[in-house]
């Protein structure tokens, strides 16, 4: 299912594909989605809800996986993935393919006011606080406390907002 606020703008060339799973993906008012952003639903049945005025950058992929929740006026540069699914593995005698997903870790939370810098890569079981930043090019997998500044790989700590 697929819901739209009137009020979001979306690129003729976004690409964002209904689900054939059930999955809700609902879009907020005032949310700015760019050029080359791809949603996907596929990795698990979870929604994707993203809060008013969102901004999504050009470049950046979405798999709704297990779930993610994008409180409102989060921000995600460009090129960066969100990806709250992981693919199946340990089998040797099993494709990957072969194998599906693992357990959900939770799926993602992105908090209100949260900034998500270029080239970034948010996984399954993430849980960023409100108006935290995650520098460009960080992997972002666990609990991230509310309004700090983190950046690399692996992810560190290395201010707070005032």
């Not at 996986?65 to 921000?75: K, S």
């Not at 908090?111 to 080239?119: E, H, L, Q, S, V």
Request: glycine share 14%.
């Amino acid at each position: 299912m697929l819901i739209i606020s009137p009020t979001a703008r979306i690129s003729p060339l976004a690409h964002i594909e209904d689900s054939v799973r059930g999955t809700r993906i609902e879009i907020g008012d005032e949310v700015l989605i760019d050029s080359f952003v791809r949603i996907n639903p596929s990795g698990g049945s979870g929604d994707l809800i993203i809060g008013a005025r969102c901004y999504i950058n050009a470049g950046t992929v979405i798999y709704t996986g297990n779930g993610i929740v994008m409180g409102e006026g989060a921000l995600i540069a460009a090129n960066c993935t969100i990806a709250p699914t992981n693919h199946e593995y340990r089998l040797r005698s099993k494709t990957l393919l072969e194998q599906g997903f693992l357990p959900s870790k939770g799926g993602i939370r992105i908090g209100a006011d949260a900034w998500i810098g270029a080239n970034s890569v948010v996984l399954d079981g993430a849980d960023i606080g409100q108006g935290a930043i995650i520098g460009a090019g960080s992997v972002v997998s666990g609990v991230i406390e509310p309004y700090s500044i983190n950046v690399g790989n692996p992810l560190r700590k290395i201010g707070e907002r005032r």
